[in-house]
């Protein structure tokens, strides 16, 4: 049976048993009806999946597959922050007039970083690069500069000598370079533009490590969570961001192996109870396996349609859960 079930059922039962309960504290979030959304929460809370032994897609109710990785690709591949660029709604109650959430998710995906340890040696390896775009700026990073210049992996800043770089292909730069690098990370919780951003960075932090089995390169992932909502987001973020190890490892030509996800604040809101009792008193199902187009290679190149889970067994779908805002 699914070793992601058993995770999530034996989580959800010590938040509920053990959890801390917010009732009648001064709380933020609000029910659509304006009564305060309580919790009952679990801090610290940090769950491992060995993506060699299954793909970790919870049985006891369907994940959506695409959806997941649609978002994921939003934020981390897109560099998006405007939900047009989205398939799903789920953004929709953080969005302006314009769409725009502000400079949250993949607007901090997109800036560029100076960087004094990149190399046009480095570059061809990582990105098969011969010629890298000057930037005669001071500035330490650019997002208003036109998607051609965006586009590139890196950008030369001919006043500093620096080269500069996103995140995103930061990580990759690192993984086809110096693999075993200790500083392999994201962070998108900019404390700067913290006060223009409509939702604060949740999932906030990822670390990559690579490891080796049997003499084959493995690579790992950590997820720092600041906060989650068990019922709508866990069983989501697992599915996407395991599916991000697997495009990733793909990339740089590596085994997709654990995934460690740490979550500051797990919580149950109070309307969400009930649900989760009866979820998880559900039968568990054999772990799907994931399918990853075979024809892609790059990481940018990927799109939602390019994953599936096959022989994927659920219990039924929860419809119409109420969403804390």
């Known amino acids: 049976m699914s070793e992601a079930d058993k995770i999530f059922k034996k989580m959800c039962r010590d938040i509920i048993d053990n959890g801390t309960d917010t009732r ?80 949250a998710y993949g607007y901090q995906m997109r800036k560029k970083y100076l960087w004094n340890d990149i190399t046009k040696e480095g570059l061809k390896k ?33 006043n500093k000598k620096l080269y500069m770089m996103d995140q995103v292909d930061r990580v990759i730069y690192d993984l086809k370079n110096t693999p075993f690098s200790r500083r392999i990370m994201t962070n998108i919780y900019d404390f700067n533009d913290l006060h223009e951003m409509n939702l604060y960075p949740c999932a906030y932090s990822a670390t990559f490590n690579v490891t080796e089995d049997d003499g084959q390169k493995v690579l790992n992932m950590i997820l720092n969570q600041r906060s989650q909502d068990v019922l709508a987001a866990n069983a989501w973020n697992v599915t996407q961001y395991a599916v991000l190890l697997c495009m990733m490892a793909r990339e740089v030509d590596m085994i997709p192996g654990e995934f460690i996800h740490v979550i500051a604040d797990a919580h149950i809101y109070d309307r969400h109870v009930p649900i989760i009792k009866e979820l998880i008193s559900r039968p568990e199902h054999p772990a799907p396996k994931l399918w990853l187009n075979p024809e892609k290679k790059s990481f940018y190149d990927f799109d939602r349609n390019d994953v599936k889970l096959l022989d994927y067994e659920t219990g039924e779908q929860i419809k119409d859960i109420p969403v804390a805002i």
């Open 24 to 103: 009648g504290e001064a709380v933020r979030p609000h029910w659509s009806d304006g009564e305060s959304a309580y919790t009952i929460k679990k801090f610290g809370v940090v769950n491992r999946y060995d993506l060699r032994k299954e793909f970790p897609a919870l049985t006891l109710r369907p994940v959506g597959i695409k959806s997941a990785t649609d978002e994921i690709l939003w934020i981390w591949q897109k560099k998006s922050n405007n939900i047009s660029d989205l398939h799903s709604h789920i953004w929709d109650e953080w969005a302006d007039e314009n769409g725009c959430i502000g400079k």
């Open 126 to 158: 990582a990105f098969d690069i011969t010629e890298v775009p000057e930037w005669d700026n001071n500035k330490t990073y650019f997002y208003e500069t036109g998607a051609k210049l965006l586009a590139q992996p890196a950008l030369y800043n001919v």
